[in-house]
């Protein structure tokens, strides 16, 4: 009972921050914590919860988030404000993407969510989702030097920035997503817009490595049987795409342990990457396993502490 109250009393005195990331793909409530005296780098996970809403697939097809899913967005929110409550979180940040910002009703939908969960939630562009992975410090978890395209493939859109000497110097996004790939809604012309600027890219950047983010591509690591501080050489990852894509998605699920709602998704996004590859020229992808989500509770706990020291 000793070991069991002393823990219970760490536990309590745990400083914990949040992150919801609406996607097009997936909804994520992160929640990571530190005790008193640590630092921004003694961060370590607290909680994590992973819902397929798949808002998207309105939003690409109809143009619209049905009422159907915006009800299930509003449960969910009720759901993680209870969560952090129960772990005492300090602050949070709430942030949509693609599927809301490009829905017709998405500011409407965030209005009634806001007003009924008290969940306040920002929708933001794909610069925005970079700067904030970029503030995680995403650089620091690889061990070499150079330049890099930092990708971060989601259900509706890519990002695609350039960090060169650990500074990030341009960010651009596309709508260019997995769900949409899936409802074939992906624009031909944004998919040439993309290779134009890579190909510019390729002819200042001679030599290139790719840090990649998000779900599809951490899986993807992981089943290639990469060790977590080596690279996915591009040539391993259309060796597993092709593997992959022989199969249908009730067998993926089977072979390789995959969730449906990332089964379907995977293969779409080990192309977008290898197109990405192949137009830059580069030859490995660097998989830290760092998102939007690590980046918001960064920056939520940095400015915690700024602010204790003031």
């Known amino acids: 009972m000793i070991i069991f109250a002393y823990r219970m009393r760490n536990f309590m005195d745990r400083l914990n921050f949040a992150a919801i990331d609406i996607g097009s793909n997936a909804v994520r409530l992160l929640i990571k914590g530190f005790y008193p005296g640590e630092s921004v780098s003694d961060l370590s996970k607290v909680f994590i919860v992973r819902v397929p809403l798949r808002l998207g697939q309105d939003t690409f097809t109809k143009g619209r988030i049905s009422?159907?899913?915006?009800?299930?967005?509003?449960?969910?929110?009720?759901?993680?404000?209870?969560?952090?409550?129960?772990?005492n979180v300090l602050s949070y940040r709430a942030c949509a993407t693609s599927a809301m910002r490009d829905s017709s009703n998405g500011a409407d939908i965030v209005r009634y969510i806001s007003e009924r969960s008290g969940i306040n939630i920002e929708i933001i562009n794909g610069l925005e989702e970079a700067r904030i992975v970029?503030?995680?410090?995403?650089?620091?978890?690889?061990?070499?030097?150079?330049?890099?395209?930092?990708?971060?493939?989601?259900?509706g859109s890519t990002e695609i920035s350039i960090i060169s000497d650990r500074s990030l110097l341009q960010s651009q996004s596309y709508n260019i997503g997995t769900v949409r790939i899936l409802n074939k809604k992906l624009s031909r012309s944004e998919l040439f817009r993309m290779y134009r600027d890579l190909k510019r890219l390729k002819e200042t950047y001679r030599h290139i490595s790719i840090i990649g983010s998000g779900g599809n591509i951490n899986k993807l690591h992981h089943l290639a049987g990469v060790s977590a501080r080596e690279p996915l050489t591009?040539?391993?990852?259309?060796?597993?795409?092709?593997?992959?894509?022989?199969?249908?998605?009730?067998?993926?699920?089977?072979?390789?342990?995959?969730?449906?709602?990332?089964?379907?998704?995977?293969?779409?996004?080990?192309?977008?990457?290898l197109q990405i590859a192949t137009h830059i020229g580069a030859r490995e992808i660097w998989v830290p396993t760092i998102g939007i989500v690590d980046g918001i509770i960064y920056s939520l706990c940095s400015d915690y502490l700024k602010e204790k020291e003031n």
């Open 134 to 155: 970029y503030d995680s410090h995403i650089v620091d978890e690889l061990e070499q030097e150079g330049d890099f395209i930092y990708v971060d493939v989601g259900g």
């Open 234 to 273: 591009v040539e391993r990852l259309l060796t597993l795409r092709n593997e992959l894509n022989s199969y249908s998605i009730v067998e993926r699920i089977d072979r390789f342990a995959l969730k449906p709602d990332r089964a379907d998704v995977i293969v779409p996004a080990a192309d977008i990457y």
């Open 67 to 87: 009422t159907e899913k915006t009800e299930k967005l509003l449960r969910l929110m009720h759901a993680f404000s209870q969560l952090m409550q129960v772990y």
